[in-house]
């Protein structure tokens, strides 16, 4: 009889809840396969626009926006982690949208469409908690213009949050200062030919994680060639920590010594960028120490989606 019930308790179907469950964790995984693994691909500002989803603390931009309609500006990260708000008239009427947000979908370019279609027509005043894109939201294309350069703008801290002139309430003044006391000092490293190369001063030690635009796997090949050749580096007080992958593209971190300004680091990217070129340009099959640093490379990447 024991036997009977175990049986019988074992054919019992299961719940629908498991069941639906299922689906819908199947559902989400196709819609994330189907999504654009590289959302930024073809436009001017992509490597910095990866920087500022993922990493960069303070930071802003004037979008190029296609047709009529008021101009938005691109932010890292909006008061409250909303996708969107519009300053009152009286404020001068400005529009923001965020990239680092509270609630996302897994097309970050559809999110970004639909913050700035909302944008370009919300009203003064109105807020954005989140975007919700569908069949009816524009390619991010046809909302801002591709090929325009992306002009960024570093704050080093986000009073920028606060239109000049106002009196701010107790609890954003509040808000304004959480923020900043979180942020680590960053900066993005000017050098001519040199994109998306972005400082930050973590405490202990400084960082630059330098997103660049090159297929990922082209990308990682070189790496391993430069650093067989022993060149991965960017000189006295730098060391390579490893990469990682995001959006599409391959951003490799130098630890650095912290005492150096973040601009003293321009030469030496110019002079790794041109290793990298001619490591690039080089479609002969990798050595058995490029293997060998492929491999070790590849035990140091991790990949952000």
């Given amino acids: 009889m024991v036997a009977v019930g175990r049986r019988n308790r074992h054919n019992q179907p299961k719940s629908g809840g498991n069941r639906r469950a299922k689906l819908a964790a199947r559902a989400a995984e196709r819609e994330e396969l189907s999504v654009d693994p590289r959302p930024f691909a073809g436009f001017a500002g992509e490597c910095d626009m990866v920087a500022m989803r993922e990493f960069v603390p303070s930071a802003t931009a004037r979008l190029t926006t296609v047709g009529d309609g008021r101009d938005v500006t691109v932010a890292t990260v909006l008061p409250g982690a909303i996708a969107g708000l519009v300053r009152d008239p009286e404020l001068g009427g400005e529009a923001f949208v965020g990239l680092q947000v509270q609630v996302h979908g897994p097309d970050v370019a559809a999110d970004l469409a639909y913050a700035v279609d909302w944008a370009r027509r919300a009203g003064g005043g109105e807020t954005l908690s989140s975007a919700h894109p569908d069949d009816t939201t524009p390619a991010l294309s046809d909302v801002v213009v591709p090929d325009a350069p992306l002009e960024v703008v570093v704050h080093d801290d986000f009073a920028w949050w606060v239109a000049d002139g106002v009196e701010v309430r107790p609890e954003i003044a509040q808000a304004v200062r959480n923020a900043n006391e979180a942020m680590m000092p960053s900066a993005r490293v000017e050098a001519e030919g040199i994109e998306a190369a ?108």
Avoid at 232 to 252: K, N, Q, Y
């Fill in 198 to 305: 972005w400082w930050v001063d973590a405490g202990e030690k400084a960082h630059i994680r330098w997103v660049r635009p090159e297929d990922e796997d082209a990308l990682f090949e070189a790496l391993a060639r430069v650093h067989a050749a022993g060149g991965l580096d960017l000189g006295e007080g730098s060391r390579f920590a490893g990469s990682f992958r995001t959006h599409g593209v391959l951003v490799p971190v130098f630890d650095l010594d912290r005492e150096m300004h973040h601009q003293e680091w321009a030469d030496a990217l110019r002079t790794l960028d041109a290793r990298l070129a001619e490591a690039l340009a080089d479609d002969s099959p990798l050595s058995s120490a490029e293997r060998s640093s492929r491999d070790g490379l590849r035990a140091r990447q991790v990949t952000l989606r």
